[in-house]
């Protein structure tokens, strides 16, 4: 397989050993590799990157720890926007200082999409083989999602080489073809124009923003594409081409809320997030839930995506003098919100009930998610036996190293199963054969899942030092669709 390899070096002042030290500081001043953030030095660690894009930007970039020797050597595993490898060699000077070189490796295919993405290159998969069905991917590997994108790709990637092994569909292979969105309606505009474009596109799998799919849900009916959309969203237009997999906000909201106000005895709420149409949603439901269970809407605030100054919002919270929050921000937005949130020292006296905390999120939270909670379809530590042997082959597919399993990954995972049993239900991958199979078909996956993959009961979980802890199953108030 063929690379695009990045070298830079450079001779310092410093010992290697006191360069290693700083390295995942936090420190931008020391530059994108050591001004990173890391809070361990382990294999599989994370680390949270902010990457030049110009002589001003940065894109915020996430990867883990493959293996490190004190003073030496830290090989990196590259996760989003893009994955590669980054190798970082401290060798001594015989007059003291440090010979600091860096290698940067991303192979052809990543680097073709990112072309592709970009406009800027031919894209290798717009002439798949005859024989093999392309399936598309829109998520989102950059942006402020981006922090869920890589387990998405991996776990839509495991996918289908099990639908292959199991003899493909209609006796051909399936071939996945995957695009960014960047978090960005019109960035996903230009990708599903892209999916669209590959020949013979059977169907498009969308894991990202309700904002993005407002977009390029009309562009997968205009081109007689099925778009399976597999996120918790609010509920949109329906048309026989779009089938939706995830949560809706009444399903998440209607007990778990509830449950929270008797745990606390506290009354007052305030609703918070992106301001776009799924985070609005969740605050209707919200609303609605709580004024129906006595208690009281304190406060809103929504705020655009990429937004880097909590301060507003989280004063506002403070001088209301509330009980709860309903958090419904975004990936990176999420993080930044409830890490300041948490260092405002509010976190103590109000409790969190965040409809995206999953376990990808909680990895980047740490300390400061503990105690928020969350219902969705999928944990990791869900308790039965086809989770602990998905699990499984998802460390044996992609090593120890990989990131955490997110409820949002494995939602693609199972509708990648259901629309390959759906197909061979129907007879065929054209559209027709696919509705009518899924009519009947169903997988079963780790999540509690009907025909056609309509979600049956929530996990409620809270966030811990060591991960989501599931503290009940919760029914669904309504049927997916």
């Not at 109000?350 to 909680?362: I, K, Y």
């Not at 696919?434 to 979980?461: D, I, M, N, V, Y």
């Amino acid at each position: 397989m063929a690379e695009l390899v990045l070298s830079s070096e450079a001779r310092l002042e410093a010992r290697p050993s006191d360069l290693f030290a700083l390295f995942g500081s936090g420190d931008p001043s020391l530059g994108w590799l050591f001004g990173s953030e890391a809070n361990a030095l382990r294999p599989g660690a994370l680390v949270r990157l902010s990457l030049p894009i110009g002589d001003l930007a940065r894109a915020p970039g996430t990867a883990r720890i493959l293996r490190c020797k004190p003073g030496r050597r830290i090989d990196l595993v590259h996760e989003s926007p893009w994955a590669g490898r980054v190798v970082c060699l401290l060798d001594p000077l015989s007059g003291g200082g440090t010979r600091l070189r860096i290698r940067v490796t991303i192979d052809d295919r990543e680097f073709l999409r990112l072309g592709a993405d970009f406009g800027l290159l031919c894209d290798a998969d717009a002439d798949v083989d005859a024989w093999e069905i392309p399936l598309g991917l829109l998520t989102s590997l950059s942006g402020s999602a981006g922090i869920l994108g890589r387990s998405t790709v991996n776990c839509a990637q495991l996918a289908v080489d099990e639908v292959n092994i199991d003899g493909g569909v209609m006796g051909r292979d399936v071939r996945l073809v995957v695009a960014d969105d960047a978090t960005d309606p019109g960035v996903g505009a230009v990708a599903m124009r892209r999916l669209c474009r590959v020949s013979g596109m059977a169907a498009v799998i969308g894991m990202h923003s309700s904002a993005t799919y407002a977009v390029t849900s009309p562009m997968a009916i205009a081109n007689g594409i099925p778009y399976l959309y597999t996120p918790t969203s609010e509920a949109t237009a329906r048309h026989p081409l779009l089938i939706r997999f995830g949560e809706r906000p009444q399903d998440q909201l209607h007990r778990a809320l509830p449950l929270m106000a008797k745990t606390t005895g506290g009354t007052r709420w305030f609703l918070t997030g992106n301001d776009y149409s799924w985070p609005r949603a969740i605050g209707t439901a919200a609303r609605d839930v709580i004024e129906r269970m006595g208690g009281t809407v304190t406060g809103e605030g929504y705020v655009p995506l990429g937004t880097q100054d909590f301060a507003p919002v989280i004063s506002a919270i403070d001088e209301c003098g509330t009980d709860h929050v309903v958090s419904s921000f975004v990936g990176q937005d999420h993080v930044r919100f409830e890490c300041d949130f948490s260092e405002s020292g509010l976190r103590g006296a109000t409790r969190t009930f965040a409809p995206l905390m999953d376990d990808a999120v909680v990895e980047h939270l740490g300390p400061s998610g503990v105690g928020i909670w969350n219902a969705l379809g999928y944990f990791v530590a869900m308790d039965t036996t086809e989770n602990h042997e998905f699990l499984q082959r998802y460390e044996d597919r992609f090593g120890q190293c990989a990131p955490p399993v997110s409820a949002a990954a494995e939602g693609v995972y199972e509708a990648i199963h259901t629309w390959a049993s759906a197909c061979r239900s129907g007879g065929g991958t054209e559209p027709s054969a696919l509705l009518g199979g899924l009519r009947t078909a169903g997988f079963r996956g780790p999540r509690r899942c009907g025909r056609g993959g309509s979600l049956e009961s929530l996990l409620l979980g809270e966030a811990t030092p060591s991960g989501v802890k599931v503290l009940d199953e919760l029914p669904v108030a309504s049927p997916s669709g």
